[in-house]
């Protein structure tokens, strides 16, 4: 079955403690992406890879590092969070590296940072 | 002004109403769209692209309208089921790589 799969789903930590998301597909896509979602704001681009070793800022990377060491997966990295970035956060990949390909969505990993 | 803008809602309505969602988008060049639909803490899952001839989906119908610079989402003969909040996607000219959601509209369908 083709998905996006994210872990964990659920995660309460502290300020500071650093912490890991990991995303992996196996659509053999190109194309990944990591999104936060707060209430009012809607989805917001974190970073997002064109391909293995190629990553880019999105519209809110201040506070995460992403790497893409293999094709499948996209780890999102806290170095050292802050109660700031509590959120919903939802990992993407899409065939190609256009923006005509639709996404598809990992179930999502809420986190609470103390 | 914001890149995409929506309606939040929510729209109550009554099943086996029609009901339609517009949403507005502010660069000209943008060139894909797309309708997202989220169920409450799920993930966004695409509904439907949105051809510039506008196309139909079973109960769904998308248009876009580029003078107007909107995209609008029309549901006929509503169900319980079609209960979520419908998110508006528009590329980001310049960037192949960017997609702009809207903060979406939720609807809320009611026996």
């Known amino acids: 079955e083709a998905q996006v799969t994210q872990n964990p789903r659920y995660l309460i930590t502290v300020t500071g403690k650093k912490l890991t998301v990991t995303c992996s597909q196996n659509?053999?896509?190109?194309?990944m992406s990591w999104y936060r979602q707060d209430p009012g704001l809607g989805l917001r681009q974190i970073y997002y890879?064109?391909?293995?070793?190629?990553?880019d800022k999105g519209d809110v990377p201040e506070g995460y590092k992403v790497s893409r060491k293999e094709k499948r997966n996209f780890p999102l990295i806290l170095e050292s969070p802050s109660p700031n970035q509590t959120s919903l956060y939802f990992c993407?990949?899409?065939?190609?590296?256009?923006?005509?390909?639709?996404?598809?969505f990992g179930d999502g990993t809420r986190l609470s940072i103390l | 002004r914001k890149e995409v803008e929506q309606d939040p809602g929510p729209f109550n309505v009554p099943e086996g109403a029609t009901v339609a969602f517009n949403c507005t988008y502010s660069?000209?060049?943008?060139?894909?769209f797309f309708w997202y639909r989220q169920d409450c803490r799920k993930e966004p899952k695409l509904l439907m692209s949105?051809?510039?001839s506008g196309n139909e989906d079973g109960r769904f119908t998308a248009q876009l309208n580029r003078a107007s610079q909107y995209i609008s989402l029309l549901i006929r003969d509503s169900k319980l089921s079609d209960s979520a909040t419908y998110l508006c996607?528009?590329?980001?000219?310049?960037?192949?790589?960017?997609?702009?959601f809207g903060t979406g509209t939720r609807l809320q369908v009611t026996l």
């Open positions: 660069n000209s060049a943008s060139q894909s």
């Open positions: 996607v528009v590329n980001r000219p310049g960037t192949a790589s960017k997609l702009t």
């Open positions: 890879s064109m391909n293995v070793e190629v990553t």
């Open positions: 993407a990949s899409r065939a190609a590296t256009t923006g005509r390909q639709p996404q598809h």
């Open positions: 949105v051809y510039s």
């Open positions: 659509m053999n896509h190109e194309y």
